[in-house]
């Protein structure tokens, strides 16, 4: 029997902790809850009936190739819905710019296999999604993060961060932004500071990671183009995109994209083939079916205004509830999933996690969407998944914890 499992895990699992946040997800078993944690897209926005339709059909013509290994890359029917999914948001690729992964979170795994080793340097975002994080994590490279601003990512912030990180001789390997609807905080990026964004990438020839599992849930204001496109128009090859139906479609068939230039993608197909091997067809026939015959477009709008009106009711009950002199501040999206609150400086939202379980609401502590020196007196919310009546309890329930927790803290 080996009695010491621990001295041979590799250098990079051993300090590797996975999702922090899964312990206190735990404790949210209770259904007297209402959870604002999770990034749940709606069940009442799955497409039930058309997914029922396309399974059965699939699976009665084409059962013995579903239950097959397939191309590594990607089915075909999917890559060409790719192709064209893609070409209305401007993008043009072919299917050497595309590896189908099994998820986003396959899709950011990918990445980090492909460019860090340990020690290299991440540019990101302070905060930046926690699934990044926690993926990119695994080869131990270490983060530098810049405060994001209400119109996105500090991209002067950027510029200087590199410049103090190549004198130290340690140039960032990439640089991660989630540009629309940024989770956690809902911010969306300029179209100003996607082109001077672009410039730094050229001026100091390192790649941006495009994530953008939010893009089509735009509730208002005008679309402003992604940094792929913007890049195409300027010749390409400077940013790599990630893609999941997680939010889009629905999470459960764990099917997503990456797109970038030719030899990236071949990379990513390689280590694709060390790691899950194939997406399973099954997955990816349905979203093919999702992207060609389910009434894609109907059912983005159907979306858009399905979360408006959560998102209206939570912004609303918000204002009510929490009265300028509470010191609390919340941003107002104009899409996505999620918001970001900044309690009054002392407040450490991770103690207040365990406060709030007791008032029977939650959301996710904000430490965990940062790579280095986390803000802890800030919480993401999630506004999608809860309805509209439990959103306005959520808010009362958080506002009575918060307003607990200040009065105690101000009496101490
Ligand atoms: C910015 C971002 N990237 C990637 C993902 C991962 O998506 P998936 O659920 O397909 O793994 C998420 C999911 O919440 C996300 O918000």
């Known amino acids: 029997m080996i009695h010491n499992w621990e001295s041979r895990f590799s250098e990079n699992i051993k300090v590797y902790g996975g999702y922090s946040i899964g312990k206190l997800f735990d404790l949210l078993k209770d259904p007297e809850i209402i959870s604002l944690a999770g990034g749940l897209p709606s069940p009442d926005m799955f497409l039930a009936h058309e997914m029922r339709l396309v399974s059965g059909r699939i699976l009665q013509e084409n059962l013995e190739k579903i239950m097959q290994y397939t191309a590594i890359r990607g089915e075909q029917t999917l890559l060409d819905a790719i192709v064209q999914f893609l070409d209305r948001d401007n993008i043009k690729v072919t299917d050497e710019n595309i590896v189908v992964t099994s998820s986003g979170q396959h899709g950011l795994d990918l990445l980090g296999r492909l460019f860090l080793n340990p020690g290299d340097t991440v540019l990101l975002d302070r905060p930046t999604f926690a699934g990044a994080i926690v993926a990119f ?3 131990r490279p270490e983060f530098a993060g810049v405060d994001i601003e209400d119109d996105g990512s500090d991209v002067a912030g950027f510029r ?8 130290e001789g340690r140039k960032p390997k990439f640089i991660y932004v989630i540009p629309d609807f940024q989770n956690p905080s809902g911010i969306t990026m300029s179209l100003e500071k996607r082109k001077a964004l672009l410039d730094l990438s050229r001026d100091h020839d390192i790649p941006i990671v495009e994530d953008s599992p939010y893009r089509d849930f735009r509730y208002y204001g005008e679309t ?3 940094i792929y496109s913007l890049d195409q128009q300027q010749g390409g090859g400077n940013v790599i995109g990630l893609y999941t139906f997680s939010k889009l479609f629905c999470p459960g068939l764990r099917v997503g994209f990456n797109i970038g230039p030719p030899e990236v993608i071949a990379k990513l197909t390689n280590i694709k083939e060390g790691n899950v091997l194939n997406t399973p067809k099954y997955n990816q026939d349905m979203c093919a079916a999702f992207l060609t015959e389910m009434g ?10 399905y979360y408006r009106e959560k998102l209206d009711v939570f912004l609303g009950t918000m204002s009510e509830y929490f009265p300028e002199e509470m010191g609390v501040t919340w941003t107002k999206p104009d899409g996505g999933l999620f918001l970001w609150v900044t309690l009054p400086e002392g407040i450490d939202t991770h103690e207040l996690f365990y406060e709030a379980v007791k008032y029977k609401v939650a959301f996710v502590p904000g430490d965990v969407f940062f790579g280095e020196n986390p803000k802890r007196n800030t919480m993401r919310i999630n506004f999608s998944f809860a309805s509209k009546e439990q959103l306005e309890e959520a808010v009362k329930r958080l506002s009575d914890c918060v307003g607990n927790q200040l009065s105690s803290s101000r009496g101490n």
């Open 224 to 226: 402003i183009p992604s």
């Open 137 to 139: 994590q695994m080869q």
């Open 296 to 305: 894609m477009e109907e059912h983005i709008l159907k979306c858009r205004n």
């Open 160 to 167: 200087s961060k590199i410049e103090t990180l190549e004198r």
